[in-house]
């Protein structure tokens, strides 16, 4: 009986509910993004101009990993979205940046992914922050016949400078602001 609560105490620490009433918006490239839903430890933003979750073009995601608090805890993670990246679509680049005396190791991973009528250009990155696993998603998605094509257009001609801004961005929110 002892066991069953743990469990389930543990459990509802993981999946429960987040403040994300202070980070109503976060600032990246120029662009404002606006929080749009909070499901758990996975929060989503979008510009202004892109209400509509069901068809946005451009989106932040925040995620807070409290399973891993570690550098090697970390790298479990960032194999497990490589593997579902992989078997949704295409990794088109995967980068490490070593841990340094003032700052931990951060992970970047550029992928295309696929679904139903979308395909998506996305740069994850996944670090710890403040002692807790945190993964940072930008996203570009479009959709139609043409999607694939638009995304590879697109990738093509922003990707790098894209993740340069991504990669210097200091301006992601901490696990504290979402009480985590």
Known sequence: MIKKSLLLIMLWAVIAPVNAEDVKSLEL?????????????????????????????????????????????????VNRILSSYKSNGAIVKIDSIPRTENSDAEHLI??????????????????????????MIWSRRARGEKAAEVIGSWLQNNGVAREKVFMAWEGYPSPVEFDQ
């Open 110 to 135: 550029v992928a295309i992914l696929r679904g139903q009528d979308v395909v998506e250009s996305i740069h994850t990155r996944v670090k710890l922050v403040q002692g807790t696993g945190t993964a």
């Open 29 to 77: 490239d120029g662009t404002r993004y606006l929080h749009r839903l909070s499901d758990a430890n996975q929060h989503e933003y979008t510009p202004a101009d892109q209400e509509d979750l069901s068809s946005w073009r451009d989106m932040m995601t925040v995620i807070f990993l409290p399973e891993a608090s570690n550098a090697e805890q970390l790298v479990d993670i």
